[in-house]
């Protein structure tokens, strides 16, 4: 048997291996086209505290990406901002006409992002000068928890996006021309995931689509659905491994299909819970969950649950792997660290919104308070709208040299180490 440590080094060798084989240049989303969402191992000290922070006037659900000297991201206040890195202070900001809910995919010095005025924008990275616009039939929002609009991809010179008016977008990269668009039969705000020149995207439609990357549908898969969800909606983002391609749903259920042709491997259960965020570490899978209050380990090739540790409240984004750990927030506004190998979390980082408010949701045992629903009489809307003010972390945490960079409710872009 591998010592332990060889081991680590040979995974975190793969994880980079792996995203260099993506063929796509650039950063984005979980770091690379495949969404992967895996480095090799970060010192990254045990209580991390607060190194810059910079207030936007809206909530940020987007994920930042770390490119050279700039740290990326948009807000709900309708601006994408271009940060330093190291202080935090502006180097230039680009004003939209909507909420930015998207991140940032960036390809030969342009950047590409999907805004709530219905356009993708493609920006110079180093000046935030527009280049171009290419506008769809329109974004929408599904319900109170479609948090993201998808969040773009680019391979090839060829950018794929997906839209609120049922689309699945390519567009080249240096024109803004349409390449071409496919419909689907719901709200697209999944973000597409490449892999063997396949462009996988699932939809509010319940089906998951492989895509030609001349358009053409190469398969479909439909979600079982659930009694309350029958439709079993794709909401997040897939990630891809080997053969395999696999992604949650709002039915319960964790999906891992074969790439070539959408033959089923398996589906993993949860009861009562939407199932997130996948993201991948060596021979497991790290996914993040809704209404379980928790974050599995699962064996990626059975399928099988090897760990499910609890958090106090939902995750909305994906778990980024570094080494033997993973880290994500959550609607409590907390950092949580994930050791992998223990199958235990720890809380690293809590904002300053979750230390003013997190009394008012949670009780010292780290349990959702017994009074919520009296408080709320039902109205689920409102008692996710108000867990907010907890500057609830959306945003998929980007780790560079140590640093964890992040988005929060509150209108803070977080950078800590």
Known sequence: MLDRRYYRCYVAFLCGLIASLSGVSGQQLARSADRLNC??????????????????????????VVFKDKVIVGSCDSNLYALDKISGKIIWKYKTGGEIRSSVAIDSGLLYFVCADGLLYALSTETGQKRWTFATNGER????????????????????????????????????????????????????????????????????????????????????????????????????ADSSVYFGARDFNL?????????????????????SVPSLSGEKLIVTMSDSYSILALDKIQGTKLAEPAVPLNTFSSATVAGSNAFFGTLDGIVYKFDIVKGSTIPVFQTESSKRNRHLFVDEKGKLRVDLQQKYADDINRLFADYLQMGSIFSTIWIEQGTLYFGAADGAIYAIE
């Not at 790439?259 to 009562?272: A, C, E, R, V």
Request: with cysteine; proline share 5%; aromatic share 18%.
């Open 39 to 64: 480095i090799a191992a970060a010192k990254i000290r045990s209580q991390p505290t607060e190194k810059w922070k910079f207030q936007t006037q809206g909530q940020v659900y987007a994920s930042p």
């Open 255 to 275: 999906y891992a299909l074969n790439i070539k042709d959408g033959t089923g491997y398996w589906i993993y259960h949860q009861p009562g819970s939407w199932t």
């Open 141 to 240: 929002k599904k319900d109170t928890w479609d948090y993201f609009h998808s969040s773009p991809t680019v391979g090839d010179g060829i950018v794929y996006f997906g839209s609120g008016d049922g689309h699945i977008y390519a567009v080249n990269g240096r024109t803004g021309e349409l390449s071409w668009k496919f419909p689907t039969g719901g709200v697209v705000h999944a973000s597409p995931t490449l892999a063997k020149d396949g462009v996988m995207i699932g939809s509010f439609d319940g089906y998951f689509y492989c895509l030609e990357k001349s358009g053409t549908l190469r398969w479909k898969f439909k979600t079982v659905g659930e009694r309350y969800f029958p439709k079993g909606e794709i909401q997040f983002h897939a990630v891809t």
